[in-house]
């Protein structure tokens, strides 16, 4: 529209110009002539074709000068507005598409359309540009989709962790058999209790039971005594836990002494007189229970009145201050934690004692032996702690210490030695691994020698016939330590095969002055020299000790008349035994 009017302006422009020059040169004009007869001048109406020769000059240059200046106005007019009208007509389309395209980049709204139609670039660029937004639409809707899963994938899995945690932290604090709380909640509902009144139920020989019906009939047992358990403390809204194996502990926060005491003596005798079916047969159980009422230490002290009512054949004791059994406990728990603290602190030493062959007065042999070094210096003998650590899980991990301290002392000496052995030790997996490997890495399986005591019991002896297979397949040797003590059984050295006999010292004390224990010690010799087996005197105290078992006929000989324990082998401090007369 905008180009017609410019276009008919200069249109009109050119005409007008041109109109005006012709009007000029058919104008009619007033011309002024003087009469020659009346002396006045007059008027005269003359047309151009009359004038033109006097005025065709002046006229022309007239028309010519408008005619231009109108022209010039024009040809500015459309100068000026030709570059706008271009602009409208060529860049009107790409303005309206770079409008859009900053409306979609503000609004990121990557569902709008550029709406140019046509066939020219503008509009393929525009359709190019609509599929452009419809693939980044497309995509951007399944980002969104895939968000939104991982979102509810998320969830999903924080609900999964939250139910795992929750059951964990259940399975925690709750025993798998019987669903009952455990010991970890019992100490944290005790923290919460004003005054907790604790009892600790213990079934008297349940291993029994597990032997002789079978581990599932046990774990039956149990779950049938939880159930009777939960029964009876219902009315009284009291709280039942299973501590571990065989025992359960109730726990109150009300009543007095007395009355709770009553109580759990009532739950004693409902226990031990209604029987219990085990395989269609009718089975009693006993129990011993023990009480605590107090906030110090309630667990602890309830124990220490079980064992005192286990050790006295009591159905129940009250814990008090003044039991006798406190301070034996207090010393137990005292000396566990000492020997625990020495294995982690490297404290625990060995010492080795010399063993003497009769016939060639040498050292030949060392005993291995246990001392712990207290923090102030002091070596600690094994007869303070040792038969405490031996009743613990605690010994085999103390063996271990010994086992590898004496394999890497005697790696690189001409020397044999030997090293006592507990059953704990032989059923527990980690000794038995450690030996292997010592034995097959140190290449002195020759040189050693290991002691099982006699009197030691061992639930199922093929454990003991496996150990000793394994054990001589290696090379090493076995010996039978304190034999005679209590009872001699000469068919255990047969079973056994052992190279050794360590005749116990209380026989061997007493073979200088008492007839009977010679003649007890002759028949061991003989029975071992029967066989081909050595023999070994322990606790050789003195000179007359010493003379007797070289008489009887014993090939080694032990004790603090050969030499005491020491960090140290003799041939290492220049020890001699000048009594024997060995230099």
Request: proline share 3%; charged share 25%; with cysteine.
């Amino acid at each position: 529209m905008l180009v017609i009017v410019t276009f008919g302006l200069f249109i009109f422009c050119v005409y007008a110009s041109l109109h005006y020059s012709l009007d000029q040169q058919f104008e009619e004009k007033q011309i002024s002539i003087e009469n020659s007869a009346t002396g006045r001048y007059e008027n005269l109406a003359l047309t151009m074709p009359f004038l033109e020769e006097q005025h065709l000059h002046l006229v022309g240059r007239k028309s010519i000068y408008y005619g231009a200046i109108l022209i010039l106005c024009s040809g500015l007019i459309f100068s000026f507005l030709l570059p706008m009208i271009l602009e409208k007509i060529l860049f009107r389309r790409l303005y309206s598409l770079i409008r859009s395209i900053v409306y979609i980049t503000k609004t990121q709204d990557l569902s709008s359309t550029l709406c140019v139609s046509g066939t020219d670039e503008i509009a393929i660029l525009a359709g190019e540009m609509n599929e452009m937004l419809l693939a980044l639409s497309n995509e951007k809707m399944l980002r969104q989709q895939a968000l939104h899963e991982v979102q509810k994938l998320n969830k999903n899995l924080e609900e999964r962790v939250q139910e795992k945690a929750i059951q964990l932290q259940k399975q925690m604090y709750t025993d798998q058999l019987t669903t009952t709380p455990n010991r970890l909640q019992l100490n944290e509902d005790m923290k919460d209790a004003e005054k907790p009144h604790l009892a600790i139920i213990n079934v008297e020989q349940f291993r029994t039971i597990n032997e002789f019906y079978g581990y599932q009939a046990g774990d039956d047992l149990l779950l049938e005594l939880a159930e009777r358990l939960i029964k009876l403390i219902e009315p009284y809204h009291y709280k039942l836990y299973r501590l571990a194996g065989d025992e359960y502990a109730i726990l109150a926060n009300e009543g007095n002494e007395k009355n709770f005491s009553d109580w759990m003596l009532n739950i004693h005798n409902v226990i031990e007189k209604v029987p219990f079916k085990i395989h269609g047969h009718s089975s009693y159980l006993f129990v011993t229970i023990g009480i605590a009422i107090t906030k110090d230490k309630p667990l602890e002290k309830a124990q220490m009145a079980l064992e005192y009512a286990r050790q006295y054949c009591l159905p129940l004791k009250v814990y008090h201050d003044d039991l006798p059994m406190k301070e034996t406990h207090r010393n137990n728990l005292h000396w566990i934690h000492e020997v625990q603290d020495a294995i982690q602190e490297d404290r625990v030493m060995v010492y080795y004692q010399p063993i003497m062959n009769t016939l060639t007065f040498e050292i030949s042999k060392y005993e291995v032996l246990v001392r712990l070094l207290g923090r102030d210096g002091q070596v600690i003998s094994p007869g303070t702690f040792l038969p405490i650590i031996k009743k613990t899980k605690l010994y085999p991990r103390l063996t271990e210490v010994v086992l590898e301290k004496s394999f890497t002392h005697f790696a690189d000496k001409d020397v044999d030695f030997s090293i006592n052995l507990s059953a704990a030790d032989i059923l527990d997996h980690g000794v038995q691994e450690l030996i292997g490997e010592l034995l097959e890495d140190s290449c002195i399986a020759k040189r050693v020698t290991f002691e099982f005591v006699e009197s030691e019991e061992f639930k199922n002896p093929d454990d003991l016939t496996f150990f000793i297979k394994k054990i001589k397949a290696s090379g090493a040797k076995i010996a039978i330590d304190d034999f005679g003590s209590g009872y001699s059984n000469f068919a255990y050295i047969l079973n056994m095969g052992a190279h050794y006999i360590k005749i116990d010292g209380s026989l061997i004390s007493e073979i200088g002055t008492n007839p009977a224990m010679v003649a007890i010690v002759e028949s061991i010799v003989y029975f071992a020299k029967q066989l081909g087996i050595r023999t070994i005197a322990e606790y050789v105290s003195s000179e007359s000790i010493f003379l007797e078992a070289k008489r009887i006929g014993l090939d080694y000989v032990q004790g603090y008349y050969i030499g005491k324990p020491s960090p140290i082998l003799v041939e290492e401090n220049k020890f001699c035994c000048v009594r024997l007369g060995v230099s």
